[in-house]
């Protein structure tokens, strides 16, 4: 705990130079899911407000008592700002000391939702992907197609080549580029989402959350025994599509009820379970090589702050960051 009255700053940049391995993220993310499956964790559905079209600022709360971790992340994602040179997301993460109340920590978020969200999506396909997965197919090359690819890389064992869409070409080349210098797998440029989507043992799809979508992802592009995660909501996957899935997952129920109550969502069917039910064994996961499986990750608070208590202890420890009165 910091001194009342004193708050630790993190920026990206020392956020980075932490070093902290997505191990240790996936680690503490299926951390906080068991958290959550015993009903020890406090996260409210995400209110936001809408400056412009399809863009979002959204305040995430949570409260994790057995991890020790509570704060709120400010978040926001606003579509045209790399037309601008500005990242697709920014924000903030503030946490508190859970005796006092007090703000402990303020950190840009920028990492951490990236890392998180990666992590998330690995820990859906260690219990719903097949275990032979060895074909990935990425559509939305920007950070969070990086990081879900890290994060694949270290549940699926078997991954050997990724497919990557995006409708910007020259994300496609510097992706590519990147990601096989970085992993060293077999990464294909492929020039429609179709192709990133047949003969896929996993597909993401990583692309802007749009309100009112005109998703292409068609049923019969889906293999049997695939597993899918999307993070942009259903703005990629047609209702069709969702409704073809033996298992169709999410993060939160709560959530997607509440994402539906302010008109998202109206072809998305109803979900089988939450990643918590799944991770702590409540509800089964994958039972066959034949299911088709998707999980729509629309994003928890308790990933963030499981993320950033850890972030937190790390950068205490190595006395990273800025001290700052408040």
């Known amino acids: 705990m910091s001194s009342l009255g004193e708050v630790l700053y993190l920026s990206r940049v020392e956020v980075e130079r932490l070093n902290i391995s997505v191990e240790e993220v996936i680690h503490v993310v299926e951390q906080a899911f068991h958290e959550k499956a015993k009903g020890q964790a406090e996260a409210p559905p995400k209110p936001g407000i809408h400056p412009q079209r399809d863009s979002f600022i959204h305040a995430m709360p949570a409260y994790i008592p057995g991890m020790g971790s509570a ?10 700002n790399p037309k601008r040179g500005l990242p697709y997301i920014s924000g903030l993460l503030i946490l508190n ?17 990236a890392k998180r969200t990666g992590a998330a999506t690995a820990v859906a396909a260690k219990h719903l992907a097949r275990a032979d997965s060895a074909v990935l197919g990425i559509l939305g090359c920007g950070v969070q197609g990086r990081s879900n690819l890290e994060a694949l890389k270290v549940v699926c064992k078997s991954l050997e080549e990724v497919k990557a869409y995006d409708v910007n070409e020259d994300n496609v080349r510097r992706f590519v580029e990147e990601m096989v210098a970085e992993h060293g797998l077999d990464v294909v440029p492929v020039a429609s989402p179709r192709e990133a989507v047949e003969d896929c043992d996993i597909v993401v799809t990583a692309g802007p959350i749009l309100k009112n979508p005109q998703p292409v992802i068609e049923a019969s592009w889906f293999k049997d025994g695939g597993f899918a995660c999307s993070l942009d909501f259903d703005s990629y996957w047609k209702p069709e599509a969702m409704h073809s899935m033996d298992k169709f997952c999410t993060d939160d129920h709560d959530q997607l009820a509440y994402y539906k109550n302010l008109g998202y969502f109206s072809g998305v069917p109803d979900a089988y379970a939450d990643l918590s039910e799944i991770v702590s064994g409540k509800k089964l996961g994958r039972e066959s090589s034949e299911e ?11 990933e963030d702050m499981a993320t950033a208590t850890l972030i937190y202890g790390k950068a205490k420890k190595t006395g990273a960051g800025k001290k700052l009165s408040l």
Do not use: H, Q, Y
């Open 97 to 113: 000391d859970i005796e006092t109340g007090f703000p402990v920590c303020v950190m840009d978020c920028t990492w951490v939702t």
């Open 71 to 80: 704060g709120v992340k400010w978040v926001s994602g606003f579509p045209e």
């Open 292 to 302: 088709r499986i998707m999980s729509m990750n629309l994003g928890l608070a308790i």
